[in-house]
């Protein structure tokens, strides 16, 4: 068969998954393409979509808005193709097919239930294969409910990623110093706000393991493949917790740099940043880490984000990574239930104590699934309206606030949050430019400073860069001097 997956337009090749399914797909002797666009006329008018069996699309919560309405479309135009729907959304929300005439959504991983839903297909979709939500009479009739599926067990089984449907079809990805790459899956944490806590949940009584590794071995052949066809010179692991298996990250280190030996970037934890981690990956070649702060509260660490850490492991951790000469991209979230004026600033001051080259901040957004979701709808701050959640993390929050003025104040440190980390004079003065309704230069501001990081401190890092003291008391209590903070 000839599976079309269809999406919109985006500006970096991230969409692992798409290309692992396709890669699975193709190894089960189907055809497969990748067509992006901005709408359903543009995309029904490539010749790959049109002579396509199946239309496949992939969605996160809130850019459902665009897909379902998208299938709607697809339909009605392909009325003969089959349309199907996977992703964290379909995964979280498999209620999703009453929404739109899907002919299945797939809960979870799909290269091993994706073929089989095509072999059902091509006898009549007559069941549900494990893994899978059907509708019958081409997405008009019954439901039917596969049973749920395990994890892949032994990733080294899969298919490699068919990276071709990125760097062949697009010019612009092609042309990109860094690419992404996927060695490890899973996270063994529980943070409330995260899909991995409720996926650890399932897969423990559906008897799979919480954190599967690649061969390091495999994961350097993907790498030296995809540099010998088109180039890479950072590679970017997308791996939710890179370093959650300490001997596997050894393993990998020594593999990586005799085998590799190019620059790259990964995600961990800051208080996993202890002095043997941060040393394997110096030396295997890590130039830059993302990590997640998230709040300047511990309070809010705890009680509402699963992340029971304490400042000084953040600081200790950060602080090693920078002494080393280690780029730090954080992640933090504001708009938390709860959330005071001044725990959110203090978020601010806890991301300049910690030296972060880049602090790249977020509104929370309560996804389906996740245990911050189900209490902050307990608790009357969500009213649970899931079609309400904005296309992207950096949109609106959908939280119930004490009053608009406490919302603009969200709104508006986000969108300033990066500036407030690195200028001194913008901390100063705070307070302040947070108070007015949200202006549309505050989000130009944010959009600029974030498309400028990732290209260029980031994405164009290929060495380490001078190492730095930071991750001290003494700047977080100056920090939060700057900031009128206790």
Same mark, same amino acid.
């Given at each position: 068969m000839h599976v079309t997956f269809v999406s919109l337009a985006a500006s970096e090749a991230l969409a692992h998954g798409v290309i692992s399914l396709a890669g699975s797909l193709r190894h089960h002797g189907h055809q497969v393409s990748l067509v992006q666009g901005a709408d359903v006329p543009a995309l029904a008018r490539d010749p790959r979509v049109r002579?396509?069996?199946?239309?496949?699309?992939?969605?996160? #919560?809130?850019l459902h808005r665009v897909?379902? *309405?998208?299938?709607?479309e697809l339909k009605r135009c392909f009325p003969g193709k089959a349309v199907v729907l996977g992703g964290p959304h379909a995964t979280f929300f498999p209620e999703v097919i009453e929404q739109a005439p899907f002919d299945g959504v797939c809960l979870g991983e799909g290269e091993e239930s994706f073929p089989e839903l095509l072999g059902a297909l091509e006898g009549g979709l007559r069941r549900a294969p494990d893994g899978w939500w059907i509708r019958t009479d081409g997405g008009r009739g019954e439901v039917l409910r596969g049973r749920p599926r395990p994890p892949i067990e032994d990733l080294d089984r899969l298919p490699p990623p068919a990276h071709d449907l990125f $760097?062949?079809?697009? *010019?612009? $990805?092609?042309?990109?110093?860094?690419?992404?790459? %996927?060695?490890?899956?899973?996270?063994p944490f529980r943070c409330t706000y995260c899909f991995n806590r409720t996926l650890n949940e399932r897969h423990r009584a559906l008897g799979g393991r919480l954190l599967r590794t690649t061969d390091p071995e495999r994961v350097c052949d993907e790498v030296l493949e995809v540099r010998r066809r088109w180039g890479v010179r950072l590679v970017w692991f997308l791996d939710a917790n890179f370093v959650a298996d300490r001997p596997w990250l050894e393993a990998f280190?020594?593999? $990586?740099?005799?085998?590799v030996g190019l620059p790259f970037m990964c995600k961990l934890r800051p208080e996993r940043a202890t002095p043997r981690i941060v040393k394997t990956l110096v030396g295997a070649g890590c130039v830059a880490v993302g990590v997640g702060i998230e709040s300047g509260s511990e309070r809010l660490r705890r009680e509402w984000l699963g992340r029971p850490i304490s400042d000084a492991a953040i600081l200790d951790g950060c602080g090693r990574l920078k002494r080393a000469g280690v780029r730090v991209l954080s992640f933090s979230m504001l708009g938390i239930p709860t959330e005071t004026l001044d725990e959110a600033l203090r978020t601010v001051a806890l991301n300049v104590a910690c030296g972060v080259?880049?602090?790249?901040? #977020?509104? /929370? @957004?309560?996804?389906?699934? #996740? !245990?911050?979701a189900r209490r902050a709808r307990a608790e009357g701050y969500w009213s649970g309206d899931v079609d309400g959640l904005d296309t992207s993390y950096f949109g609106d929050s959908p939280l119930a606030f004490p009053s608009e003025r406490a919302r603009?104040?969200?709104t508006n440190l986000q969108r300033l949050f990066s500036y407030a980390? !690195?200028?001194?004079? &913008?901390?100063?003065?705070?307070?302040? %430019?947070?108070?007015?309704?949200?202006? @549309? /230069? $505050?989000?130009?501001?944010? !959009? &600029?400073?974030?498309?400028?990081?990732?290209r260029h401190t980031f994405y164009g890092a290929?060495? %380490?860069?001078? *190492?730095?003291?930071?991750?001290?008391?003494? @700047?977080?209590?100056?920090?939060c001097a700057e900031l009128r903070l206790p």
């Open positions: 002579a396509a069996d199946v239309l496949a699309l992939s969605s996160t #919560t809130g897909y379902v *309405p998208w299938a709607r $760097y062949e079809a697009r *010019p612009d $990805y092609r042309r990109t110093p860094n690419k992404a790459f %996927l060695a490890t899956r899973g996270c280190a020594a593999v $990586y740099r005799r085998r080259d880049f602090a790249a901040a #977020t509104i /929370l @957004q309560p996804y389906p699934g #996740t !245990e911050l603009h104040r969200v980390v !690195e200028f001194p004079i &913008v901390r100063r003065h705070l307070r302040w %430019l947070v108070e007015r309704p949200p202006p @549309q /230069l $505050y989000r130009h501001l944010f !959009e &600029v400073r974030h498309a400028f990081a990732m290929e060495a %380490l860069v001078r *190492p730095r003291e930071s991750g001290t008391r003494e @700047q977080l209590a100056a920090a």
